[in-house]
Nanobody
């Protein structure tokens, strides 16, 4: 079992920045890909970004390319999401998740552990 705890969400003005953290416990995640998803009210959960176990390969949704950066520190069992130039449409609950495999994946079906989510609200 893996437990994930997200932190760093909050309220920010458009154009601002936030840094989310996701700390894993229970077992190591160093050999697994990680992902950040988000879900806005009335919308389906979508993948924002994913990072391979080594940190050398990443995937970003088009909507966040150039603004968001995912990183990981396997010594701390932690994944980060740096969000810059935030827009009101980035408002959502953000979830981190652990994949069953080590490679980057955009499919929610390969992620089998999920955090409880952290709210990000961007005001205009």
């Amino acid at each position: 079992q893996v437990q994930l705890v997200e932190s760093g969400g909050g309220l920010v003005q458009a154009g601002g920045s936030l840094r989310l953290s996701c700390a894993a416990s229970g077992r190591t995640i160093s050999n697994r890909a990680m992902g950040w998803f988000r879900q806005a009210p009335g919308k389906e959960r979508e993948l924002v970004t994913s990072i391979a176990w080594s940190g050398t390969s990443t995937y970003y949704a088009d909507s966040v390319k150039g603004r968001f950066t995912i990183s990981r520190d396997n010594t701390k069992n932690t994944v980060y999401l740096q969000m810059n130039s935030l827009k009101p449409e980035d408002t959502a609950v953000y979830y981190c998740a652990v994949a069953r495999f080590g490679l980057v994946s955009s499919s929610p079906r390969v992620y089998d552990y999920w955090g409880q989510g952290t709210q990000v609200t961007v005001s205009s």
